[in-house]
């Protein structure tokens, strides 16, 4: 699937409707991405400002000042990109076309079960924190997996992300702690560059464990987040922000993920927009790969163990071939086929005459006869009495 880029650079006043809609409405709001890519951003949100008993919508975003938003953000150093800025990763306009069922964010406020919710479709636009211009995740891998990671997954996601780093593939992730951590620790040990993407604000710290990191990102790199700044992470968001994991990267590697890993959750926006999907197999005793290896055993993800089987993956056709790997080669290995037939019949003992290990071989007898001088040569044979035995035997 490839992205649906937006043409021409956005008025004023079409950026200043977005910036309403990214702080009046939830992120993924599907409904909300299909009037703007139905309508455009300003008779979009026209039309969310109709009241809706019951909503409070119209009320949220009637009391938004964007352009006070834009020059709040700015003060912070956080800017605003939306469709049609040179910045704006044509990715995202793939989430237009794909969607997903949440049932677990319908629930009502006491509690009870409420209606599932559709969730999805490209941000009115996204909030960017950091120097790095986001043109320069054309080519990047996001790396996510398990916040419980093991010593086995730590050490996989950091050479996998070292790797991809060292090549100048930047890496994505969440900014969470686990492989996530690993993922943008690794890129930046190895001299790359990395980039997290929020559920929260791009001006929240989230995890605290992770500030160190998350502020150095904002400082040399970048965090992004369709969340406004100020925002705080919820369930929703989480499940949200991985569609734009997915969508910012040419493919996704699962490290280490349990069956309910909410990094499956992105590995499904991978897959229906049809991005490359790579898993790292574990022991399968492992609790922290079982959903890893759900996806291989389904066919929805390519075996991968080195980030150079990861560059051949998402690399142009030919561009990062990898060697199939073998063993050490064994002087036998040098032997010609028919060398090899004959020094099967060669015993270790008692020797056999040229006649006899021809009938063994089913070969003409000067043809054994060659095979058999080639192979005292190189020291496979020795010649003992008028027939031949296996060199160093006896």
């Not at 987040?225 to 929703?236: C, H, K, V």
């Not at 050490?328 to 005459?353: F, H, K, M, N, Y």
Request: hydrophobic content about 40%.
């Amino acid at each position: 699937m490839s992205g649906l880029r937006s043409t021409g650079s956005p008025t004023e006043a079409d950026r200043l409707a977005r910036v309403v809609l990214s702080v009046g409405v939830e992120p993924g709001d599907i409904t909300t991405s299909r009037l703007v890519r139905a309508l455009g951003p300003q008779r979009a949100l026209g039309e969310q400002l109709v009241p809706k008993p019951g909503s409070g919508l119209a009320e949220r975003l009637g009391e938004v000042d964007p352009a006070r938003e834009l020059e709040r953000a700015e003060q912070r150093g956080i800017r605003f990109v939306v469709p049609g800025d040179a910045e704006w990763p044509p990715g995202l306009d793939d989430l237009d076309q794909v969607d997903q069922l949440d049932h677990r964010s319908g629930a009502s406020e006491d509690g009870r079960e409420g209606e599932p919710v559709t969730f999805g479709g490209t941000p009115p636009g996204i909030w960017v924190r950091g120097p790095m211009p986001l043109t320069e995740l054309a080519r990047s891998v996001a790396v996510v997996g398990s916040r419980a990671a093991s010593v086995y997954g730590v050490e996989t996601a950091r050479a996998i992300s070292g790797h991809l780093a060292l090549s100048g593939v930047p890496v994505v992730s969440g900014g969470a702690l686990g492989i996530d951590f690993v993922a943008h620790d690794a890129a930046l040990r190895a001299g790359g560059a990395t980039v997290a993407v929020l559920a929260c604000g791009v001006d929240r710290i989230y995890p605290e464990q992770n500030r160190p990191l998350l502020a150095h990102l904002a400082d040399q790199y970048a965090v992004v987040s369709e969340q406004p700044p100020g925002s705080g992470p919820t369930q929703l968001r989480f499940l949200a922000r991985n569609r734009l994991i997915a969508a910012l990267t040419r493919g996704t590697v699962l490290v280490e993920a349990a069956l309910r890993s909410g990094a499956l959750n992105t590995v499904g926006w991978a897959e229906q927009m049809s991005r490359a999907v790579m898993g790292v197999p574990g022991p399968v005793t492992s609790y922290s790969s079982a959903g890893v290896h759900q996806c291989l055993r389904r066919g929805g993800a390519t075996l991968v163990t080195h980030g150079s089987e990861v560059l051949e993956v998402v690399g142009e056709s030919g561009e990062h071939l990898v060697e199939v790997p073998r063993g050490p080669e064994r002087p036998r290995d040098r032997l010609s086929a028919v060398e090899r037939r004959v020094l099967e019949q060669v015993p270790p003992a008692a020797p056999l005459a040229v006649d006899a290990i021809a009938s063994l071989s089913l070969l003409h007898a000067r043809d054994t006869m060659g095979a058999l001088s080639r192979l005292e040569a190189k020291g496979f044979v020795r010649r003992i009495d008028g027939g031949w035995r296996l060199a160093g035997a006896g």
